[in-house]
T-cell receptor
Framework: EPEVTQTPSHQVTQMGQEVILRCVPI?????FYWYRQILGQKVEFLVS????????KSEIFDDQFSVERPDGSNFTLKIRSTKLEDSAMYFC?????????????FGPGTRLTVL | GQQLNQSPQSMFIQEGEDVSMNCTSS?????WLWYKQDPGEGPVLLIA?????ELTSNGRLTAQFGITRKDSFLNISASIPSDVGIYFC????????????FGKGTKLTVNP
């Protein structure tokens, strides 16, 4: 069964450094999302992306964040200058755009630790 | 922003028991979904509900979309050890492709 994949599984970085989290959505999906989950808390929406542009973003998704679909398969989340409070699990999700199903399927996540 | 109130926060049950958890909101949602998350993994969709009053089953799981569109419940019958995990409700206010708003989760522990 097709699935969303994410790399790396764990990223440790120093405060102020840039990180890029990578996702490969399911191949025929057209809608892409990033969510994050701080340890022990609920999953929070960051941004959605469709047709090569941002569809919606949350208050969390400030100027330090950006997303890109550099080619036909990858979808990336960049944090320009990481802060301690960016430490969290980051989940990528993708959804098809069909009449029958449009459920969001989640990847296994990248655990980001900012020191 | 929109919030989903999920309860209970945690449950400790014996294998074979039935489980019920629910989510409520002050806002009307057009879609309700239930996800399960295992440690170190991403949420996995269990059941999606698209119509008010809809009752849907997936094996031992049953979920309902409340008539008011402000609540949903999930039942698990005859629990087994692999049911252990965190169960999240999630809702979408309008369209099916928009962001998911998640509840805080119900942590389920099943004692063999």
């Amino acid at each position: 069964e097709p699935e969303v994949t994410q790399t790396p599984s764990h990223q440790v970085t120093q405060m102020g450094q840039e990180v890029i989290l990578r996702c490969v959505p399911i191949s025929n999906h057209l809608y892409f999302y990033w969510y994050r989950q701080i340890l022990g808390q609920k999953v929070e929406f960051l941004v959605s992306f469709y047709n090569n542009e941002i569809s919606e973003k949350s208050e969390i998704f400030d100027d330090q964040f950006s997303v890109e679909r550099p080619d036909g398969s990858n979808f990336t989340l960049k944090i320009r200058s990481t802060k301690l409070e960016d430490s969290a699990m980051y989940f990528c999700a993708s959804a098809p755009v069909t009449l029958n199903t449009d459920t969001q399927y989640f990847g296994p996540g990248t655990r980001l630790t900012v020191l | 922003g929109q919030q989903l109130n999920q309860s209970p926060q945690s449950m400790f049950i014996q294998e074979g028991e039935d489980v019920s958890m629910n989510c409520t909101s002050s806002s009307i949602f057009n879609t309700w979904l239930w996800y399960k998350q295992d440690p170190g993994e991403g949420p996995v969709l269990l059941i999606a509900l698209y119509k008010a009053g809809e009752l849907t089953s997936n094996g031992r799981l049953t979920a309902q979309f409340g008539i008011t569109r402000k609540d949903s419940f999930l039942n698990i019958s005859a629990s087994i050890p692999s049911d252990v995990g965190i169960y999240f409700c999630a809702g979408q206010l309008r369209g099916r492709l928009e962001k998911l708003v998640f509840g805080k989760g119900t942590k389920l522990t099943v004692n063999p």
